[in-house]
Nanobody
């Protein structure tokens, strides 16, 4: 089994910064993709940023230039640095891992528990 544990989030004023971190643990063979999604009340979860092993980051247009994703492949961790935060960035943020468990042949989706990010003055 694979588990994703998030940390970070909280309350910040508009224009401020926050960093989200996520660590994957368990019987992991590989994690080809790690990323972050967010969910607004009453809406479906949407991609914020993702990063494949050895690939280039992929960002939602709404966060391009403000958010930065990174990962440590050796530690199975990913970080989302969020700068110039806006009120409309307020949402629950979820860590995502497309992982291959030990003994498996395919990639399976795994999610963190979610962390609230609130941007308000």
């Amino acid at each position: 089994q694979v588990h994703l544990v998030e940390s970070g989030g909280g309350l910040v004023q508009p224009g401020g910064s926050l960093k989200l971190s996520c660590a994957a643990a368990g019987s992991i063979q590989s994690i080809p993709t790690m990323g972050w999604y967010r969910q607004f009340p009453g809406k479906q979860r949407e991609l914020v940023a993702s990063l494949t092993t050895g690939g280039s980051p992929n960002y939602a247009a709404s966060v391009q230039g403000r958010f930065s994703i990174s990962r440590d492949n050796a530690k199975n961790t990913t970080t989302l640095q969020m700068n110039s935060l806006k009120v409309e960035d307020t949402a629950v943020y979820y860590c995502y891992g497309g992982a291959v468990p030990v003994g498996a042949r395919f990639v399976y989706p795994y999610w963190g528990q979610g962390t609230q990010v609130t941007v308000s003055s």
